[in-house]
T-cell receptor, first 110, second 116 residues
């Protein structure tokens, strides 16, 4: 079963704009991770945020985590055509697994 | 590149057959997890192997089984293939068991299995 649910399911923006994706989850977590997937290939790890962190940055990526609302957001600034991909959030809790959401399909138009 | 390699990249099997997928983990990683990703869905956890033992399993039937070898590489075996087993199978390696601490998982490129 999917724990995380991404919102929106699909997002289309112009190159240079910012893209924001949201993720909600149901149970307590140790950390939350964001991944990118290009055209049904392997998942690329983007960033991990711990349950005691509220915000984290990596290059053009900014992730926030609100454990009281059980939600996270991923912001990609100054998007590029190469950012076109599916983005997934995954939670890690006491169970020895990552639980993924259903993903957001991001399309960046040149 | 993550250093996690999977083989084969694509595979076509007939319903009822058996299949073995392989994964080489990143150097230094002792944990391998397997995921099934149906088209348009997020990956679903199958199981995790830590130091050659299965120590976590998702909601998959016993015909999904695995092995982890002393070098921490791993195999996923699926018996009595069904049409619904058609999916992308992803292997992830990590420095430690997922769910402990703040362990990152690094994925291979996947094996695309088609059951006809």
């Amino acid at each position: 079963s999917q724990q995380g649910e991404e919102d929106p399911q699909a997002l289309s923006i112009q190159e240079g704009e910012n893209a924001t994706m949201n993720c909600s989850y149901k149970t307590s977590i140790n950390n939350l991770q964001w991944y990118r997937q290009n055209s049904g290939r392997g998942l690329v790890h983007l960033i991990l945020i711990r349950s005691n962190e509220r915000e984290k940055h990596s290059g053009r990526l900014r992730v926030t985590l609100d454990t009281s609302k059980k939600s996270s957001s991923l912001l990609i600034t100054a998007s590029r055509a190469a950012d076109t991909a599916s983005y997934f959030c995954a939670t890690a809790g006491s169970a020895r697994q990552l639980t993924f959401g259903s993903g957001t399909q991001l399309t960046v138009l040149p | 590149e993550t250093g996690v390699t999977q083989s084969p990249t694509h595979l076509i099997k007939t319903r009822g057959q058996q299949v073995t997928l392989r994964c080489s983990s990143q150097s230094g990683h002792n944990t391998v997890s397997w995921y099934q990703q149906a088209l348009g869905q997020g990956p679903q956890f199958i199981f995790q192997y830590y130091r050659e033992e299965e120590n976590g399993r998702g909601n998959f039937p016993p015909r999904f089984s695995g092995l982890q070898f002393p070098n921490y590489s791993s195999e996923l075996n699926v018996n009595a293939l069904e049409l619904d087993d058609s999916a992308l199978y992803l292997c992830a390696s990590s420095l430690n068991q997922l769910g402990t601490g703040n362990t990152e998982a690094f994925f291979g490129q996947g094996t695309r299995l088609t059951v006809v």
